[in-house]
């Protein structure tokens, strides 16, 4: 570059999106940073755009130059599309760095890439931090919940960056060390799958408004508005209410009606689902969205059923109010954070994490996209009792008290007129039978003793009984 300069904080690799943006947030908070980008218009274009900002930004155009322009230790951000490319950038990158050095992966890494690349990192003596962002494009620049993963030591040497760029929730900074190896990437996991459901049953909630109470887009904005100012508010609700409430500038009509129903994905969602059988976890609010999405995108098979069976959706004709889905998408929505943090410590304990599930609620409270006024309550619940399931923590059980009958309600009411409702129904049924003392699996033990003698235990004691069955 010719110039010289003085070495920088922190370093970032990958303009695109969130990695612009992020750079310009480090910037913002007074920290100078080294910037590099595979195609090099683009890392000028942004620095020619970054303002007032420029002066604490250094472009580079060579990983080497990049490399030098940092202060030793280094510490050098990634953020690239997830898989391989992140695994070519740290191949290429580790020969220029000493041993010290610092690489973070900040993009939307599979976790289980994040733990084989910390054991790698550790064998080789190296320094590696998988790091979860939350909060798109807006959070990266402004504010994004931060969850981190690897070495403890290695988060405390980036820890003033990370939380001073982090969303600000009353005081308290949005990002956190969860635990070593892929731990924070874990936790964005969960946090996208809860994210899918969160949607999930809003979308529920809207088709129950659209199709069962005959309500345009403008009053199912309003609708949400008014949820957003109770129990319900979150970012979620409040995006519902303005995506609910914008027209689309080409034909006038209102956007809901003009965006096809079809949902996509990048696969975060299933990997929760993965995930949650691999761990023997019940998620099924969450599986239920992802299996949602995954119908959605089969229109041309919709369709066909349409056509052979009838529409489904009919009149609810005054069946349910307003009021009667609030409750529903309260219950269901401590119902899908209680399976998301049951999901969380199973996969603490089978991974060694120990991880602080107060300060997981905590950093999603501002800056994501899950961010919600009950994952304050849900931090204090985690933490006045942390060995308890969410829906049993006196706030949360008095809150499923006075809900359950609306949700049984929507859920029954939905059903018998054709309005769909996966993930609701499956809060319902969660709910059901977290609840049942004596459940049915004595069947299903039967069955097993029957076909395959697997044994099964008595209730008046003793295991590994057989029935009259075999032979
Ligand atoms: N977008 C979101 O809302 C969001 C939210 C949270 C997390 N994330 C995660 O953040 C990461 C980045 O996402 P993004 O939305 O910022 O992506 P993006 O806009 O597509 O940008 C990708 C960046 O990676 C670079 N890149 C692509 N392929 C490369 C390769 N083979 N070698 C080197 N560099 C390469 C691109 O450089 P060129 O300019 O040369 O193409 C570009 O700078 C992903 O892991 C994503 O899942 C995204």
């Known amino acids: 570059m010719g110039r010289v300069m003085a070495k920088s904080e922190i370093g970032l690799i990958g303009l695109g999106t969130m990695g612009a943006a992020l750079s310009l947030n480090i910037a913002d908070h007074g920290f100078a940073i080294s910037v590099f980008n595979r195609t090099t218009t683009t890392t000028h274009e942004f620095h020619a755009e970054a303002g007032t900002l420029a002066d604490k930004i250094t472009p580079t155009e060579t990983p080497e130059d990049f490399v030098a322009s940092l202060a030793s230790p280094r510490a050098i951000i990634l953020m690239v599309p997830a898989g391989e490319i992140v695994d070519k950038q740290i191949a290429a990158l580790r020969p220029l760095l000493d041993p010290d050095d610092l690489i973070i992966d900040a993009g939307n890494a599979n976790f289980r890439d994040t733990q084989r690349r910390a054991e790698t990192a550790d064998k080789a003596g190296e320094v590696f931090l998988g790091i979860g962002v939350s909060g798109g494009e807006e959070g990266a620049r402004f504010g994004p919940s931060i969850m981190g993963g690897g070495p403890k030591a290695a988060w405390e ?9 982090a969303a600000d929730y009353e005081g308290t900074a949005c990002a956190t060390w969860m635990g070593q190896g892929g731990a924070g990437h874990f936790v964005k996991t969960v946090h996208n799958g809860i994210e899918y459901a969160d949607m999930q049953m809003i979308a529920e909630a809207y088709g129950i408004l659209r199709d069962g109470m005959g309500q345009s887009a403008s009053d199912i904005a309003k609708a949400f508005k008014t949820w957003n100012n109770g129990p319900l508010q979150s970012y979620l609700i409040e995006i519902s209410g303005e995506v609910a409430a914008a027209t689309d500038p080409k034909s006038g009509a209102a956007m809901l009606d003009v965006i096809l129903d079809r949902a996509g994905q990048k696969g975060t969602g299933r990997w929760t689902a993965v995930e949650a059988q691999h761990l023997a976890a019940p998620i099924p609010v969450i599986e239920a969205a992802v299996a949602a999405r995954n119908i959605s995108t089969a229109k041309p098979s ?18 349910l109010t307003l009021d009667d889905l609030e409750g529903a998408l309260i219950a269901g929505k401590i119902m899908c954070y209680a399976q998301g943090f049951h999901l969380l410590n199973n996969a603490s304990a089978e991974f060694g994490w120990e991880l602080p599930m107060p300060e997981v609620a905590r950093v999603w409270r501002a800056g994501c996209i899950i961010r919600s006024s009950m994952l304050n309550d849900m931090a204090t619940a985690l933490t006045e009792t942390p060995d308890t399931n969410l829906m049993f923590a006196p706030f949360f059980a008095d809150k499923m008290r006075d809900t359950h009958g609306a949700l049984r309600k929507v859920v029954a009411r939905a059903s018998e007129h054709g309005l769909t409702v996966p993930a609701l129904s499956a809060a319902l049924s969660y709910f059901d039978m977290m609840r049942t003392a004596r459940g049915t699996a004595n069947m299903i033990q039967g069955q097993r003793d029957f076909f395959g003698a697997h044994g099964f235990e008595r209730v008046d004691g003793g295991s590994d009984h057989h029935g009259p069955w075999g032979s």
Do not use: K, N, S, Y
């Open 157 to 165: 040497r980036v820890a003033h960056i990370l939380t001073a760029i």
């Open 302 to 319: 919709r369709e066909e059923g349409e056509a052979i069976f009838g529409a489904a959706p009919q009149p609810l004709d005054g069946a």
